[in-house]
């Protein structure tokens, strides 16, 4: 699967390219509402033409499920690129330099090759299935954590999803007393091969799409990290509701949040 990682990383690094340009100078930057309350930039769009072009001219066949172009049908609907052009477009909007590019390929529903690429730090998560995971070319592997009271968690406030506010606040506060520190860092992707490098030991968020998440799944995955939904079982990427990290503290999370959780959320 080295070719469409390879291709992958190259789509990411023009993406990051225009990313930072656009950083360094953020005057270009126009910000539209998409509708959903969340926004667009016209950066946004120009990473994913990037990401999209460089596909098509390697897989002109390949199927793209992009996040601002939605489906581009290709003759192999078996092959399916799943593109974030900008992870943590909020981030961006108001110049943090924490967002990222996130792009997968699935082959027969089992994703293969992920790339998740901070262009501001220049750190380039990858990893193949059944080849282990990479930061820049060093292996990956999830933090050996003991307990959650020495863990560093992360999570991100539902905002586009406010009516849970009372149970997700609830199981925040529950974590909080029993883990060692939260970050909120605004990228559901670099969140993921966060905890896959051990920077973070797991994380809660609620209401992803799976541009947010496939990616990052396979790093995670790839490092010895395990992700479930709310109630432990595999239906994260339609329901966007995903918990993750070293197995020892998903389980941790998964037995402290049941009975918090309102029952909607755990389908
Ligand atoms: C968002 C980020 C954020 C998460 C949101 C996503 P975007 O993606 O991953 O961390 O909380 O749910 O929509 O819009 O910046 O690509
Ligand atoms: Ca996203
Ligand atoms: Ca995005």
Known sequence: MQPLLNIAIRAARKAG??????????????????GDNSVVTNIDR???????????????????????????????????????PIDGTTNFIKNIPHFAVSIAVRVKGKTEAAVVYNPITNELYTASRGHGAQLNGYRLRVNNSKDLASSMLATIFPAHNKQYSDCYFAVLQKLFTQCSHFRYTGSAALDLAFTAAGRLDGLFELGLKPWDIVAGELILREAGGVITDFAGNNNYMTSGNVIAGHPKVVKDLLVMTQDLWDERLKV
Do not use: R
């Open 17 to 34: 390219n225009v990313a930072i340009k656009a950083y360094e100078n953020p005057v270009s930057i126009e910000i539209d509402s998409k």
């Open 46 to 84: 120009a990473a994913e033409a990037l990401i999209v072009e460089t596909i098509k001219k390697a897989y002109p066949d390949h199927t793209i499920v992009a996040e601002e172009s939605g489906i581009i049908k290709g003759k192999e609907s078996e092959i399916q690129w799943i593109i974030d």
